[in-house]
């Protein structure tokens, strides 16, 4: 079923920007509500966004509002999360998972699934 893929990780510098990937092969994901979700060693996790299936319900944590920009190209399959004015706290692995056909979309109630081996950010301080 659906396999995702995180890629576009790195080191930024705090200020900089990243753009971070979440690819699907096999399955359009057309259908399917995408989250990212990060884990920071000795700190936890959080869900950082979330997008519906045809880019609307985009939801945000509050610590990355009007930095951070998640968009989809449904056709290439593909997520995006566009990171910019990068902070030290931004540092993880980034992770992202889908919900297929649930309503509402990005809901925290539905069960996410597919994450992939995540994609590691390093902000430099």
């Known amino acids: 079923q659906l396999s995702l893929v995180e890629s576009g990780g790195g080191s930024v510098q705090p200020g900089g920007s990243l753009r971070l990937s979440c690819t699907s092969s096999g399955v359009a994901l057309d259908s399917y509500s995408i989250a990212w979700h990060r884990q920071v060693p000795g700190k936890g996790g959080e869900r950082v966004g979330c997008i519906g299936s045809r880019g609307g319900s985009s939801t945000y944590v509050e610590s990355v509002k009007g930095r951070f920009t998640i968009s989809r190209d449904n056709a290439g399959n593909t997520v995006y999360l566009q990171m910019d004015n990068v902070k030290p706290e931004d540092a993880g692995r980034y992770f992202c998972?889908?919900?297929?056909?649930?309503?509402?979309?990005?809901?925290?109630?539905?069960?996410?699934?597919?994450w992939g081996q995540g994609t590691q950010v390093s902000v430099s301080s």
């Open positions: 998972g889908g919900v297929f056909s649930r309503q509402p979309e990005c809901d925290l109630q539905w069960r996410y699934g597919s």
